[in-house]
């Protein structure tokens, strides 16, 4: 059985309804702090496939010992985490504390019980800035940045720490650049957009008329034309990475890091050109200044998980825009 913790999410619930699909069992942990128990419901349209939700935190360490007794848990998926930049300069220890205390109280309970294979969620925000790109996973994470990108590089140090120390663990850590899009049902998708602050979220805020205009931060950087240029992946080649790596783990111990990215970058006047085309309304944007802390371009190297994990993202920006404004327009009353 898979456990995925934060399966409610909008990576994770990607991730439940596919491994449903291939009729895993699986059972989900959340505590529903960013997400909702409305998404069961939406997987639960996607497959006839039963899985069990536990409502609950990672950090009840006597919830955990219970989940691990009553479930056969061969392999976590763990998705659970909080994330936003901005949060986690106002409240550094709460990042602290839910994603490094968090996942430390779930690796003891893996390991009391003997489970030592896990898939985890971490970012591109742990590279160091001034790193050539496309970044590459050999590249260095040194440098403090916020709290939420140094709670992913603690996690990536104890889980390298681990592994070091007990050769029973077979780690594979993801490190995501820009997931966006929906499933290709448009039941699932960024449900959470009112208080989310990333690029997609805020566009469909715009569209949906939840606010004026969409606000562009900065056209002064070195890039094509001036706007930040990211690495957008479809969140389903986010999640066919996952499956990858899960296979490639195993058999192989050790802790092993991937990129998941398409490789390539498209800048914010390029992503509310296509919005504006596929939606079918223009999006009003305004040139503000920058957001503090901001890059102005990085994209993956992706060579590495094509190689070993034999994987390659297929959905193009077209079909990342065009299912995230399928899944809009189906879901709009169920978006919190
Ligand atoms: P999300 O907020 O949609 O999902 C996270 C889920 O975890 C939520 O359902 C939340 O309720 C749950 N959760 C949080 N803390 C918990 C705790 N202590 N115990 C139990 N449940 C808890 O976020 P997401 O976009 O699905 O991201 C999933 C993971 O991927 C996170 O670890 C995030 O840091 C990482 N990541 C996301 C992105 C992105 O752009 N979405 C990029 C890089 C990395
Ligand atoms: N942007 C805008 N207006 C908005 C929101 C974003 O112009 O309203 C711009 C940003 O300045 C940036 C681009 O759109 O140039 C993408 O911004 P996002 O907030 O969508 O994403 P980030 O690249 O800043 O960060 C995301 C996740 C992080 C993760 C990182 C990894 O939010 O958690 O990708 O690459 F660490």
């Known amino acids: 059985m898979i456990l995925i913790t934060g399966g409610c999410g909008y990576v994770g619930s990607h991730a ?19 997400s909702s128990k409305s998404v069961i419901k939406q997987i639960n349209k996607i497959s006839d496939k039963k899985f069990k939700f536990i409502h609950g935190d990672l950090n009840d360490r006597t919830l955990l010992i219970s989940l691990f007794k009553d479930n056969k848990i061969d392999t976590v998926l763990h998705f659970a985490g909080v994330k936003s930049v901005s949060e986690s300069i106002k409240f550094p220890t709460k990042y602290y504390l839910n994603n490094v205390a968090g996942t430390i109280n779930l690796l003891k309970v893996m390991e009391q019980n003997h489970v030592f294979k896990l898939i985890f969620s971490s970012s591109a925000t742990v590279y160091d800035p001034e790193n050539q790109i496309p970044w590459k996973e050999e590249f260095s994470t040194d440098k403090l940045k916020h709290p939420y990108a140094d709670s992913k590089i ?36 960024e449900f959470n957009i009112n208080k989310n602050t990333n690029l997609m979220p805020n566009i469909n805020k715009t569209f949906l008329g939840r606010q004026n205009s969409l606000y ?65 309304k223009k999006i009003n944007y305004k040139i503000v200044d920058r957001r503090p802390g901001d890059l102005g371009e990085y994209w993956a190297d992706i060579r590495k998980s094509e190689k070993e994990l034999n994987w390659k993202p297929k959905r193009n920006l077209d079909r990342m825009i065009s299912d995230t404004y399928k899944f809009i327009i189906k879901s709009k009353n169920n978006l919190f």
């Open 154 to 189: 603690m996690i990536e140090n104890i889980l390298k720490s681990i592994c070091n120390i007990n050769k029973k663990w077979k780690i594979g850590m993801l490190r995501y650049f820009n997931p966006i899009g929906a499933h290709s049902s448009g039941l699932i998708g």
């Open 216 to 280: 562009v931060y900065g056209n002064d950087f070195q890039t094509k034309d001036g706007t930040g240029v990211r690495d957008y992946i479809h969140i389903e080649d986010l999640i066919s990475g996952h499956l990858r790596a899960r296979d490639f783990i195993q058999n192989k111990n050790g802790i092993f890091i991937w990129n998941l990215g398409a490789g390539k970058g498209y800048s914010v006047l390029e992503i509310i050109e296509k919005c504006s085309t596929i939606y079918g």
């Open 16 to 34: 439940v309804a596919r491994l449903l699909e291939l009729n895993q069992d699986i059972v989900v942990l959340d505590n529903l702090s960013n």
